[in-house]
């Protein structure tokens, strides 16, 4: 098992660009998760799915869209990059229960 | 929302010391984790521990659900145990996860 993994593992973005992070997990979880970690701080949430087909905004949604097109895939998209984006993201995944969250390697992201 | 707070925000230990870290939380929860940020940057799951107490090697965990506090014991502190330690509650359907600021500990050898 692979776990949770995203891609890139790295980024920069000029004001303005747009971009996709992906995030994929192999161990068949229903929801997964999209957070920031901006320098000095805990994660916050963005958006998150509690399964196929189905998004909701978390505590910092603004300016992300995500979708959930297939179970085993949560991708977040920057529409236009503004350099308070700059952070990084870490994907998570968990069964329905309350249980363990699993979490990805992180992307960074800086926007110039 | 649920708020999260962790002491002390840093802690300077001497390798071989031992150290307890504070996760008070707002509200009832149902999810109650325990995470090591390494110097690289990388989450790791120490414990689920919603209730209860639970021992993993040197590290161990205690939640009073009752009086909503978890403790992370950290005994014979080795330099690999620096980094940050977070603590992160969850109390509602759907398990999203709110995290405290976290503990910035150093081990020095």
């Known amino acids: 098992n692979a776990g949770v993994t995203q891609t890139p593992k790295f980024r920069v973005l000029k004001t303005g660009q747009s971009m996709t992070l992906l995030c994929a997990q192999d161990?068949?979880?229903?929801?997964m998760y999209w957070y920031r970690q901006d320098p000095g701080m805990g994660l916050r949430l963005i958006h998150y799915?509690?399964?196929?087909?189905?998004?909701a905004k978390g505590e910092v949604p603004d300016g992300y869209n995500v979708s959930r097109l297939k179970k085993q895939n949560f991708l977040l998209g920057l529409e236009s990059a503004a350099p308070s984006q700059t952070s990084v993201y870490f994907c998570a995944s968990t069964t329905g229960t309350p249980e363990t969250q699993y979490f990805g390697p992180g992307t960074r992201l800086l926007v110039l | 929302g649920i708020q999260v707070e962790q002491s002390p925000p840093d802690l300077i230990l001497q390798e071989g010391a031992n150290s307890t870290l504070r996760c008070n939380f707002s509200?009832?929860?149902?999810?109650l984790q325990w995470f090591h940020q390494n110097p690289w940057g990388q989450l790791i799951n120490l414990f689920y521990i919603p209730s209860g107490t639970k021992q993993n090697g040197r590290l161990s965990a205690t939640t009073v659900a009752t009086e909503r506090y978890s403790l992370l014991y950290i005994s014979s502190s080795q330099t690999t145990d620096s980094g940050v330690y977070f603590c992160a509650a969850a109390k509602a359907a759907g398990n999203k996860l709110t995290f405290g600021g976290g503990t910035r500990v150093l081990v020095k050898p």
């Open positions: 509200d009832s929860v149902n999810n």
């Open positions: 799915s509690v399964g196929e087909g189905t998004t």
């Open positions: 161990m068949n979880h229903e929801y």
